[in-house]
DNA sequence: CGTTCAACCTGGGCGC
DNA sequence: TGCGCCCAGGTTGAAC
């Protein structure tokens, strides 16, 4: 479930933690698969408790916490990975049973008090994950080498390089998070609809210019998703920490919409299957193997579109 | 190099 | 109502 947009959003959300010192860490009992924490669940809960949360982050699809003994730098980092039904919470989840983490965190010692806070990680199928590492280990999970830019930032050249001499579709491309971190199956949809280039395209049929395109839409789009407070999709999916939902789904134009109308053109909203997952797109707007004709709105940005794309 | 498949899990929705 | 099947926002590793 989560993305870039609604990863972003519990980082957001999560800014109250920062400064709490770590009072207390429970992996309830039998609801996490063996794998899914490491080290073991009582060596992170010891390695934790007494230490603060100095910083609360991002690497793509991530929550990245620094942990620290103030005024210290963070020396150990806690990465939980929410995967398709994880979710960073500071209020009651959805279920008891499906608790993965939780850490009661209280003000430090010194100064005024601060309320005391109680964080969860619930996750209904249980795929997501908790690691934690110190400094050197991060960068073997969250590295360049694992994790390509932010698709907040990412530009065009990046792309480019990362994915020009590719067979691949562009679409199954933009879901390799080498290439570019925080797209997944729905922003990737989104992203390719606004810039009018057929999900199936090769890679290396994308000239510069179009990779350009696909880069300020990537941006773009991402970008709004998160001033939405990322997708949520039906009722018991995406929650930011305070339990309410994202709002973007009001706004997709062409994932979940197969059938419908297409907005822009009033064509037909497909679904075909890609590398095993859905990919929904409109052919009157993405025609095959060029970019998409006129008719949709200019962007924004102000920045060119995709001319070029043959 | 790229694709396909299975696996990790739970649960909602649908057809019968 | 119940059963079986397909679907789901992610990632990984094996097989071809």
Not at 229 to 247: E, F, K, N
Request: with cysteine; hydrophobic share 40%; glycine share 12%.
């Amino acid at each position: 479930m989560p993305e870039l947009p609604e990863v972003e959003t519990m980082r957001r959300g999560l800014a109250p933690v920062v400064g709490l010192r770590i009072a207390a860490v429970r992996f309830p009992r039998g609801l996490v698969r063996p794998l899914s924490v490491r080290p073991r669940p009582h060596v992170v809960a010891a390695r934790l408790v007494g230490h603060a949360i100095a910083t609360v982050g991002r690497r793509g699809k991530r929550v990245v916490l620094g942990i620290a003994a103030p005024p210290a730098e963070p020396h150990a980092w806690l990465v939980i990975e929410p995967r398709m039904t994880g979710l960073m919470l500071l209020a009651d989840p959805p279920t008891a049973e499906h608790v993965r983490l939780v850490v009661d965190l209280e003000s430090s010692a010194a100064g005024p008090s601060r309320p005391s806070l109680r964080m969860l990680f619930w996750d209904r199928r249980g795929l997501g994950t908790i690691r934690l590492f110190d400094a050197r280990s991060l960068e073997s999970v969250c590295g360049a080498a694992r994790l390509g830019p932010d698709g907040l930032l990412v530009t065009g050249e990046e792309l480019a390089a990362r994915l020009g001499s590719s067979r691949r579709a562009i679409k199954v491309a933009l879901l390799d998070q080498r290439a570019v971190a925080g797209v997944g199956n729905i922003y990737a949809a989104e992203i390719l609809h606004r810039v009018g280039i057929d999900p199936r395209m090769a890679c290396r049929s994308i000239p510069l210019a179009g990779w350009q395109a696909i880069a300020n839409a990537t941006r773009l789009v991402l970008a709004e998703a998160v001033r939405f407070a990322g997708s949520s999709i039906g009722d018991r999916t995406y929650r930011a920490v305070d339990g309410r939902p994202g709002r973007f789904q009001h706004r997709h134009r062409v994932y979940g919409r197969e059938g419908l109308a297409c907005a822009t053109c009033g064509g037909s909203v497909t679904r075909i299957v890609q590398a095993q997952r859905s990919t929904f797109f409109c052919p009157g707007c993405q025609p095959r193997g060029r970019r998409g004709a006129g008719g949709r709105r200019p962007d924004r940005s102000g920045r060119t579109r995709t001319a070029g794309i043959r």
